[in-house]
């Protein structure tokens, strides 16, 4: 807070107080940093976006399960969608959001389907174009937060679209991005009602169960496919690696009495793994993004089909404070 000295002594006064508060603060911090990071791992970020930590082998003795490919035809069928605004209007924003659904079967991608674009418009009337009825304080969260709506009409559709694939008659294995635990996660409320035959499995990207080293850096020294099972209960957690020369990966398994050992199996011999990623979720989360050709073809639709009067536009942080082309 030097540069506050600076000011003009008659107006240095007005931020002392402040600058002795936060000066308190960034004492605080110090003490408990001291206590909760010093000599531990840590991960930096690269321009706010995560990183996926490598551990070299630690010599830990601790011994993972093997994953055993079960030779048994189960179809895992993989969910990913995407959320964008599309515009806003004085009275609320418009959305447009995709699912896409890929389908493995006995070790390769069979087939893939896309579900979209739905809009959904939200208003301070409710949400329309998606069955959801917000509390009026989750709906005024919506309106101001446009990353939570987003998140929010994602999830929303997802989850549909896996309560419906859960529903499916027949053994099948559902597969969907991102934790079955995650606090605002399209299952943070209740799972979808289990299906015969049906189990459902979350593939997490990140996790902070990727720091457990001892784990990790095991599962990285195997040269073949295993997992640690990481917690039981009703949805089992497990770190897992598919592929000798693959990335470990998080996986949260419920709706099904089979171990986790007999899940990871199936899903070996019935997926095909790049880099210990399954192709189904991938070509899931590909057919789900929207391009630039896309983005255009959503406003000229809703131009031409709502006739919106578009107002010419500008982009607001470059005008209000320049351009800074900064950057490591």
């Known amino acids: 807070m030097s540069n506050i000295l600076t000011l003009p002594d008659s107006d240095a006064s007005l931020l002392e107080k402040l600058a002795e508060e936060f000066r308190l603060g960034f004492e605080e911090f110090v003490d408990s940093a001291e206590k909760e990071l010093s000599g531990k791992h840590f991960v930096f970020s690269r321009y706010g976006k995560e990183l996926y930590p490598y551990f070299e082998s630690s010599g830990a003795t601790s011994a993972p399960g093997c994953i055993i490919p079960i030779k048994e035809g189960r ?3 993989s969910v990913d969608s995407t959320c964008v605004l599309v515009g806003e209007s004085p009275d609320g924003s418009l959305y447009a959001s995709r699912a896409a659904v890929g389908i493995s079967h006995a070790g390769a991608l069979k087939r893939f389907m896309r579900l979209g674009p739905l809009f959904v418009y ?3 009337h409710g949400v329309s174009g998606i069955r959801a009825d917000p509390s009026p304080v ?3 969260l919506l309106l101001s937060d446009h990353a939570v709506a987003e998140r929010f009409v994602r999830n929303t559709i997802e989850r549909r679209v896996v309560e419906s694939l859960m529903r499916t008659e027949g053994e099948v294995i559902v597969m969907a991005d991102g934790s079955l635990k995650h606090p605002f996660g399209q299952f943070s409320v209740s799972l979808p009602a289990r ?8 593939f997490s990207k ?10 990790v850096s095991s599962l990285s020294a195997s040269q073949f496919p295993a997992y ?4 039981d209960g009703d949805v089992k957690t497990v770190l897992a690696k598919f592929s000798s020369n693959g990335l470990v990966f998080r996986l949260d398994i419920a709706n099904t009495d089979e171990p986790p050992g007999v899940v990871l199996g199936r899903i070996l011999w019935n997926d095909s793994f790049s880099a210990g990623y399954p192709e189904s979720l991938k070509v899931a989360h590909h057919l789900s993004v929207f391009t630039k050709a896309d983005d255009q073809a959503l406003k000229a639709f809703v131009t031409g089909r709502f006739r919106v009067r578009r107002l010419s536009t500008v982009m607001l942080r470059s005008v209000a404070l320049g ?6």
Do not use: T, Y
Not at 195 to 201: D, K, M, R
């Open 75 to 77: 179809p895992v069928v």
């Open 122 to 124: 939200i208003s301070e």
């Open 138 to 140: 989750e709906l005024d």
């Open 195 to 202: 299906s015969s035959g049906g189990c459902l499995v979350g």
């Open 206 to 215: 990140s996790s902070n169960l990727i720091f457990s080293e001892r784990e």
């Open 228 to 231: 640690f099972q990481m917690d």
């Open 323 to 328: 351009c800074f082309r900064g950057g490591a």
